[in-house]
């Protein structure tokens, strides 16, 4: 059985969906009206799962709360009590009964899972009127107050501070107060851990937690039931718009007006004894991606202790011991039974959601209930190993195996590492649990805010914590890195880090973080704020100063070539790569690189002779001396060109002719200009005239691209001639060479015909030279002036290819330079009045307009003309998906990001496939469009 996808409304005026019993009114399809959580728990009671019976309502409700003024419709009441009391049915209790309490979890829960940035409520409905039943029923006065403690704590926080909408200082906030009462209390007696506080003891501090309630916030902490129900219910609608939520929201672009569920479900206590135990697991390890059950427990505690990081979980078996739990039992070994019986849910879950799982679940009294389904975050090479062995396994399809791995999650696979051979050379100064993979280097930060801070301002950091909270992502996110000093492997900092893929390092024990001196003691080594460490969080160690990062390997990546290959079988849009030099172009070749779209010429300049030469030509008075010192430049550009295209043999080549205006090949420095004189044996003051004469006020709109070709015919002349007798010998040497000749900054077609006849008249010359009769060459465009796009009809009569420059493209289409926006373009996508920074992302309704119509016009004139995209957006995915939408015939960005371009374009397939036929969805085996690779 396979899970529905499908977005099913609801049923209409249904507030409630009920579940419990092996029934549930909704499923795992329902994700939008019930939020991840209440979906997927009634996909489980449905399929038998041991389920705590429960409720879920709708995110409808949150939109109408919001839509008018924090109200509830009118039903809800009636349809929470009648769902209420189905529940008390199913378990023989009553919700605030004194003889048989019921004691429900509030819990929030949004369509995509958002850990930790919403509140739940535990063990809502102890008051002093259940109290003494709970006692009386589970004969553990212990186990009542160290609910009631519990209950207060995250009431007093999430409902009363929280959602009221108080706003305490750093430190000050309610929760934090409570938390100071216990640890005093605690080291009063010498306990090192919450279990060994007693029944009397737990009850003397749950009037002390009353009292401080009162004091800190001003109100009672409510004595009955219902009022504690419907303060949690409208607490966790209040979440959704905390500024926590607002903030995590606004990093993983979820829509604020998708709203959160409340599910409320009856408590079942893994804290009542030895024989109860709460746990956190993974259908497959989330940091490696390896087939193995993982998790982490403890025994006698609830809900949040194992994530929180307040004690050390223990293993859930042998594959998840690590140095911090060795010595602490596995579940495996300590309840078999019930280990044996969570891997049978296990197998049952991840069969059916055919997708990793993360899982909660609770044993109370020898008795093991599921609390949580979901798809398990996974950092870059676990998604990458788990969507290609789920293929192998049979248990997933290509397609979806291509559309598991988030392009951004590949790029994770890119990244660096600690270069390993200098590695060895180094002493760890202190050892953690690797919980994410990569190497990372930067300056110690101690708090959030300050790695926020000094990110924005441009500082590599790594955030240093002794735990992190969901108050710490937006540092999180900033950092480099994230090395706490305590937590589990599930701990927040390493559930964040892996949804992420950043590097992370959690429960370092000897780390000592001194905030009021800022400083950090690492194993014995004392380290500032704002001083350099380097983590390995692929192993788990932290070293001081920093070390060199390289690149990882990916020849030896079988997986990854494996999925790439995949990813070609089903893309419709060829990838090619911006690269200029020989190296360059093999690399990308090895990284799956049909050919190169962008070619510069003009780093050919730079060296020593060829910079001279070049100055030579641009100092030249006259023609016949110019012609000589541009000649001089062909021998040079013809051996670069050759390499060039023999590293890219048998596969395209666009090679640009010279583009940047000429002063930026002249020195501006007095001293410079001077020495420049004397070697050439010129006039010094006539030197300085021409090159102040070569200065321009706006230099992006001025001589350069195809003017210079036009001004000084003589540049295409000799460029051209590189080009074509480095083909010519190649093809003597049986070296399948192809240039494509590509003349820049073209706005009327009458620029193109004047350049094009050069080209032409030297491939007449290099043909009659070489004496061959055949010169495998194209002659084209770039498309980035606005005028070009849309004349692109004219231009196509001439162009035999268009590459839209889309950098020159927006800065002409918007009409600001790169180099100039930075004073503005950060507000402008601050404010939202561009989505995105459009010289990152494509800006499809303005450039990507004028594209459109340049495809059009191009196609018109010349069916099948080859089209293709060289900007910077050209390895961005959401470009690429328009690039692929709008027809293209090919991409071309950075080696790099050429494997990121090869997923991202067949993303973009399986989301709207190409050709007249109509492709069959996604996981069928058929494939209907041919490949094409260009
Ligand atoms: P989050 O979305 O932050 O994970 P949850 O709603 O899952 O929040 O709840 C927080 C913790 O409380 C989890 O560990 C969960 O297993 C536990 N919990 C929630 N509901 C119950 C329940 N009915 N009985 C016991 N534990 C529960
Ligand atoms: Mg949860
Ligand atoms: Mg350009």
Redesign the pocket.
Known sequence: MKVKESRKPGRAGKLVYFFGSGKADGDAGMKNLLGG?GANLAEMASLGLPV?PGFTITTEVCTHFYANGRRYPAALKEQVAAALSGVEKILSLGFGDPKNPLLL?V???ARSSM??MME?V?NVGLTSATIPGMIAKTGSARFVYDAYRRLIMMYADVVMEKAAGLEPAEGQGVRMQLEHLMEDLKKGHGYTSDTQLTAEELEDLCDRFKAKVREVIGTEFPDDARAQLWGGIGAVFQSWNGKRAISYRKIEGIPDNWGTAVTV????FGNMGDDCA?GVAFTRNPGTGENAFYGEWLVNA???DV?AGIRTPNALNEHATNDQNRNLPTLEKTMPGLYMELVGYRNKLEKHYRDMQDL?F?IQSGRLFM??TRVGKRNGPAALRMAVEMVRERLIDKATAVSRVRPGQLDELLHPMIDPVHERDFKPIAKGLPAGPGGATGRIVLTADRAAEWGKAGEKVVLVRQETSPEDVHGMHASEAILTAKGGMTSHAALVARGWGKCCIVGAGAVHINLTQRTVDIGGTVLREGDVITLNGSKGLIYAGALPLVVSDLEQNRDLKDFLHWCDGIRALGVRTNADTPADAAQARRFGAAGIGLCRTEHMFFGEERIRAMREMILSENLLEREQAIFNLLPFQKEDFKGILSAMAGLPVTIRLLDPPLHEFVPHEERLVRELAVGMGKNLEAVKARIEKLQELNPMLGHRGCRLGITYPEITRMQATAILEATAELLGDKVDARPEIMIPLVGTVQELTDQKAIVLAVAAEVKKKYGIRKLPFTVGTMIEVPRAAITADEIAAEAEFFSFGTNDLTQMCCGFSRDDAGSFLPSYVEKKIYADDPFISLDTAGVGKLMQIAVQLGRGTRPGLKMGICGEHGGDPASIRFCHDLGLDYVSCSPFRVPIARLAAAQAELANPRGAVRKPKAGAKKKAVPKKRR
Not at 265 to 268: I, K, L, S, T, W
Request: avoid cysteine.
């Open positions: 959580k705590p979890s819990r929030s829960g850990p930790g739940t535990l479900q009856a408590m079942v709460t609830q809900g949040e994530v909660e609770t609390l949580q």
